[in-house]
């Protein structure tokens, strides 16, 4: 069952956030080898002795219509089962329900010679942890919403030149996905679509991608390489981060990196850019930024020490909560508002170096839930000495 909110995988943390924080950050036959049914029902299974004797993974042909009483009647093991014939959204629901069902059976499914099926709905695959691997139809222009949302055992997907749409939570935590190939034909992916891939290793954004969602790749605590591909009107990529063309925001960034120089020229960082970014212990943001979006940087639980440029005026809602390793922040005289809860959980927070007067401190309007910043000793005037 899907749940309706989104934890991540650091449940111990996740549940004191959720308690402290009132926002969401912006989701057959059998398997036994040799023999074939009849011509109705077009189940043949071609397993085969390796060299050494052991059996390899069974591989079967079926039928559309076959294929879910196939993956039911399966015993416990890996099989890889190609499909054949006319195929629509209640088909796959119905393939769905079978996965589901027969959660000891892993499966490999090959959909690429099937007919008829346009798109891949919301929800269709959600939850079906048998699911190992998946050849989409050539047909197919769009994956939905959640889609696959933990599909836990899904290591490979084939996504075909057809799709031009990735839709919200697609992907999201599917966490032994370790790569996907985007086709060049894509144009949009939505928020989340790939969050809390923990396996997730690296990730191309193709040239024809326009709209990329936030969040995209919150807690992929394994993604350290990240590129958008040349020719892309609307992205650029440099050193594992994702801009805007114009190099003015920062949208998204590999999640596994330890170190991150933002480009100059960035005016902005995109909510929940380094969300649980835990490898990351350095972080250099450049004269000129003067948001820091909500969460950019929650959870970044190896961060000691973090100077915001003076450019500065605004820190969001909960923009360095719970960046538990967190001693020492550096705040320039131009900030003049704290979001909600910006520093909850930061803890070990000790000195606050602030370019600004007392009276220019007090006049900031610091909102609730930041008790580590306010406890802190706060270092007036300073200079960088």
């Known amino acids: 069952m899907k749940l309706n909110v989104h934890f991540p995988p650091h449940w111990i943390l996740v549940c004191i956030m959720a308690l402290s924080l009132a ?4 989701s057959c036959s059998d398997g036994s080898s040799g023999g074939s049914d009849d011509d109705s029902g077009q189940i043949t299974n071609t397993a085969n002795a390796g060299t050494s004797g052991e059996k390899s993974n069974p591989s079967i042909t079926t039928t559309a219509d076959n294929v879910a009483e196939l993956i039911t009647s399966l015993e416990p093991g890996e099989y890889n089962i190609a499909v054949t014939g006319a195929i629509t959204s209640e088909t796959i629901s119905t393939i769905a329900t079978a996965l589901k069902g027969n959660e000891n059976a892993k499966v ?3 959909l690429s010679q099937t007919t008829g099926l346009t798109s891949i709905g919301n929800d269709a695959f959600n939850d079906c942890s048998s699911l190992v691997s998946l050849n989409i139809p050539n047909k197919v ?23 031009t749409s990735i839709g919200k939570g697609a992907f999201q935590y599917c966490k032994s996905l370790s790569s996907v190939a985007i086709p060049d034909s894509v144009t949009s992916i939505g928020y989340c679509a790939f969050s809390y891939c923990s396996s997730l290793k690296s990730l191309n954004i193709p040239a024809s991608v326009a709209s990329i969602g936030k969040s995209l790749f919150n807690d992929c605590t394994s993604l350290t390489e990240l590129t958008v591909s040349e020719g892309n009107s609307a992205y650029k990529s440099h050193e594992n981060c994702i801009y805007t063309k114009d190099g003015k925001t920062l949208i998204a960034a590999a999640t596994g990196l330890t170190s991150v120089t933002i480009l100059d ?35 970044c639980s190896s961060l000691t020490d973090v100077s915001i440029p003076d450019s500065v005026t605004s820190i969001d809602y909960g923009a360095f909560s719970y960046c538990e390793s967190l001693v020492n922040v550096t705040i320039p005289a131009g900030v003049t508002s704290i979001g909600e809860r910006a520093f909850v959980g930061c803890n070990k927070l000790k000195t606050v170096n602030y370019k600004g007067t007392q009276a220019q401190w007090n006049a900031i309007t610091i909102a609730n839930g930041n008790d580590p910043l306010t406890s802190a000793t706060i270092n007036y005037n300073y200079t960088g000495e």
Do not use: Q
């Open 23 to 26: 926002f969401t950050f912006p």
């Open 108 to 110: 490999s499914l090959d």
């Open 141 to 163: 222009t769009s994956i939905g919403n959640d889609a696959f949302y933990n599909c836990s055992s899904l290591a490979s997907v084939s996504i075909p030149d057809s799709v």
């Open 265 to 299: 020229g960035v005016t902005s960082i995109n909510e929940e850019v380094f969300y649980f970014c835990i490898s990351l212990t350095s972080i250099t943001i450049p004269d000129g930024v003067t948001s820091i979006g909500k969460g950019a940087f929650v959870g």
